[in-house]
């Protein structure tokens, strides 16, 4: 077997698929889910485990079409008037979610001493949960379709439309404090490449795909239409990335214009397969890339601003649960679910050192 770090062979593959095979059910026999198992395989097999692998964070990059693919399923079963159903839950709910929890999360980082600045992008960056984490939990709980579990999806969606304005803000805060200087984007180019990305989205789906699936499928394949149903999401998914937008919220974009093709049972049953192992593969990454040294070093900061962080947006997201109507149980369960950070942060995180918001 070629050495660790020294690139993929079948031994490599071995590994992953075993590491998986193996952790899940137990974890998930014990009711702690598959995800948390995957973690667990991934941090065993990992730098900080055996150390069959030296640099996770490849697999992680392609991994994380796993959760593009997964979104676009998700976007597929939301036809546009069901969407539009839950707009006071995507703008309602969400939004007052986000800026309680934010807010909270602010003030507490100003009362650790950090500066108004730096208190309120960390605090943003932690209120943008993990969509993989979240949409994977509902669906094994088969709550995606249940009224509950929609709302979880409307606050995800809020989130990740929420990261342009965050990185809007980024880049005036910095200019505000006098940083960046001309590597900083204008605001104005940030939005309109955001909106530009949403337009050719919105326009590609709505004219260019069920005329190009329907020849596909007169002249192509089952192969060729495989490929094409990649297509569309990669597509979709870099296209809103080059527009400082979530890949996920491209795909998902993807299949909600998509959703009422003729062809969406086919797209979803094609591309499926490739979101189960790419979403497994995802998880596995993560818990390779867990730096244990760093959380030895400074085990007491870190664990001390985790707790606190994750009491106090839990706290935030159990109020407005409750404000909005929603039962003592699903409160509670939100709070739980949605109290963690998720890797939106690591984007906003990353912006705010290039502009000097963060120092290395």
């Known amino acids: 077997m070629a050495e660790a770090g020294s690139g993929l062979d079948l031994g490599h593959v071995a590994a992953l698929l075993a590491a998986g095979v193996v952790a899940v059910p137990v974890f998930r026999r014990l009711g702690l889910g598959s995800v948390l198992g995957y973690l667990a395989a991934g941090l065993a097999i990992g730098p900080w485990g055996i150390g069959l692998f030296d640099e996770p964070e490849v697999i992680l990059h392609v991994a994380e079409f796993g959760v593009v693919i997964f979104l676009f399923i998700i976007g597929l079963e939301m036809r546009p008037s069901r969407l539009w159903k839950l707009k006071r839950d995507i703008f309602g709910l969400g939004a007052a979610q986000v800026a309680a929890a934010g807010l909270l999360l602010t003030l507490t980082g100003m009362a650790a001493g950090l500066s108004v600045p730096v208190a309120f992008v960390a605090a943003m960056g932690f209120v943008l949960s993990s969509t993989a984490v979240i949409m994977q939990t509902l669906e094994e709980r088969g709550e995606l379709p249940t009224p509950r579990g929609q709302r979880g ?208």
């Open 153 to 360: 999806v409307s606050i995800l969606l809020l989130e990740d439309i929420a990261i342009v304005p965050l990185l809007a803000a980024v880049a005036v805060i910095a200019g505000a404090m006098g940083l960046g200087g001309e590597t900083t984007p204008p605001l104005w180019q940030t939005i309109g490449l955001a909106v530009g990305a949403v337009a050719v989205v919105f326009l590609a789906g709505r004219y260019l795909m069920n005329p190009v699936f329907r020849i596909l499928a007169r002249y192509g394949g089952r192969e060729v239409m495989t490929a094409a149903a990649l297509l569309v999401v990669a597509g979709a998914a870099w296209l809103m990335d080059m527009g400082g937008l979530s890949m996920a919220m491209g795909a998902f974009l993807a299949g909600v214009l998509l959703s009422e093709s003729v062809f969406r049972h086919q797209l979803e049953a094609d591309v499926e397969p490739f979101r189960a192992i790419l979403l497994g593969l995802f998880f596995l990454s993560v818990g390779m890339s867990l730096d244990v040294g760093v959380v030895i070093a400074r085990w007491e900061v870190i664990l001390g601003g985790v707790i606190a962080f994750m009491a106090v947006k839990a706290v935030a997201i159990y109020a407005v649960a409750r404000l909005f109507g929603h039962g003592e149980r699903e409160a509670v369960e939100r709070a739980a679910l949605f109290a963690q950070g998720g890797e939106f942060a690591f984007v906003l995180f990353a912006a705010a050192l290039s502009v000097g918001i963060f120092d290395a």
